[in-house]
């Protein structure tokens, strides 16, 4: 049997990180939700980037509308790109929402990254995409971020489905799941709500193992390639101590579903490293892990099916995270940076899109005079 259908029958959902305009009109996308189990789309700022830049997969729609304004705002160009390939990807997927009761079959739009710090700038954004989109089965990406926190929870309250982006933490995870609670508590219809919290993997192992390798002992280059993992396992057993606990009983009396665990970046960055190691190692109930194509392609190819894996040695994966310390490496410092680092690339990609956006148009407008 296919390893990526399997998991589902572990209770994990699979979601593609990947959008682009010819993986939907070609069929490709479809093809993946019905052979492979897909359930849903995740999209990002570098995604777009290399999407819409790096292709001509979306000149006609852009020449289209520079046609009707040729000085158009650049982001004014862009939204309308990105929200009609969200638009089409959320048909595909519609089946897949439709059938789960509304707990799959999403697709995820980020607000801009340079909204991270500006928390009204965030919710108003994140509404007006919504509407934009105008599908049941979209997600509106926001950062756990200091402000993306109480953006979070009015979205929450307001009924508006949201992907919490850039956790890397224990005290990112936490504060992301009382957001979604208390959002919860205020929300007049909860079963109508659904969030993804979205915990960073490999992005933990790369930089950890760089510190690891700079102190060089044997008893800090023991530890290489295994503190990702372990703080994911530790983070999976405090969702289910607080989503499988009594303080969730009442939400879950009204609908409410649970903020499920999202493992994202799990495409392996060291080559050392098996491809589908943030995979095989985070299997488990109410999870969505959403893979790049190459690490899905892989998957599908030689994955195996641990089961409950993020259950298994919790006890040794508390142990990693202690050795860790004993060595002199502060996980805490490290996951704020990363944070940091996340906005500052997604915002770095932001901008590079909106670049290449201004040099096709100048291109576009260019050639129609000279035509």
């Known amino acids: 049997m296919n390893p990526l259908k399997q998991l589902l029958e572990q209770g994990q959902s699979v979601w593609l990180d990947y959008i682009r305009r010819d993986l939907i ?20 700022p570098t995604i777009f980037e290399k999407a819409i830049a790096g292709s001509t997969d979306y000149d006609e729609a852009l020449r289209a509308m520079l046609a009707k304004d040729p000085q158009a705002d650049v982001e004014k160009l862009y939204e309308p790109l990105a929200i009609e390939d969200i638009q089409m990807a959320a048909d595909v997927l519609r089946p897949v929402y439709d059938e789960s009761g509304g707990a799959d079959g999403y697709v995820s739009l980020e607000v801009s990254p340079h909204l991270a710090h500006d928390t009204n700038g965030t919710i108003a954004a994140a509404k007006r995409l919504r509407a ?42 936490e504060a992301v799941a009382r957001a979604y609670i208390n959002g919860l508590a205020r929300c007049a219809d909860p079963k109508a709500v659904a969030s993804v919290a ?20 044997a008893q800090a280059l023991s530890l290489l390639g295994k503190v990702a993992i372990a703080n994911s396992k530790i983070v999976y057993d405090r969702f289910l101590q607080i989503f499988r606990g009594e ?27 098996s491809d589908v190691m943030y995979v095989e190692n985070l299997i488990g109930p109410e999870t969505v892990n959403t893979m790049p194509p190459d690490t899905l392609n892989a998957y599908r190819d030689h994955g195996k099916i641990i089961e409950e894996a993020v259950r298994e040695n919790l006890d040794e994966a ?25 906005v500052a690339s997604f915002s770095a990609s932001f901008d590079q899109l909106m ?17």
Do not use: C
């Open 25 to 44: 009109r070609g069929g490709e996308l479809k093809r993946l939700v019905e052979e492979d189990g897909v359930r849903g789309v995740t999209s990002n």
């Open 132 to 173: 934009a989109v105008g599908r049941p089965n979209v997600m509106i990406k926001v950062p756990g971020t200091p402000a993306g926190l109480p953006a979070i929870e009015a979205l929450i309250a307001d009924g508006v489905s949201v992907n919490v982006t850039l956790m890397f933490s224990m005290k990112h995870y």
């Open 198 to 217: 979205s915990f960073f993997v490999s992005r933990v192992d790369t930089m950890v193992d760089k510190a690891l390798e700079s102190l060089g002992t």
């Open 247 to 273: 303080g969730f009983v009442s939400l879950r009396q009204r609908g409410a579903q649970v903020q499920r665990p999202l493992w994202a970046s799990t495409g392996t960055k060291n080559p050392k490293y």
């Open 318 to 342: 508390a142990a990693v995270l202690g050795r860790l310390r004993a060595v002199g490496i502060d996980l805490d410092a490290i996951t704020e940076r990363l944070q940091q680092d996340g």
């Open 355 to 371: 670049a290449a956006l201004e040099k096709k148009r100048k291109t576009m407008i260019s050639g129609a005079l000279n035509r």
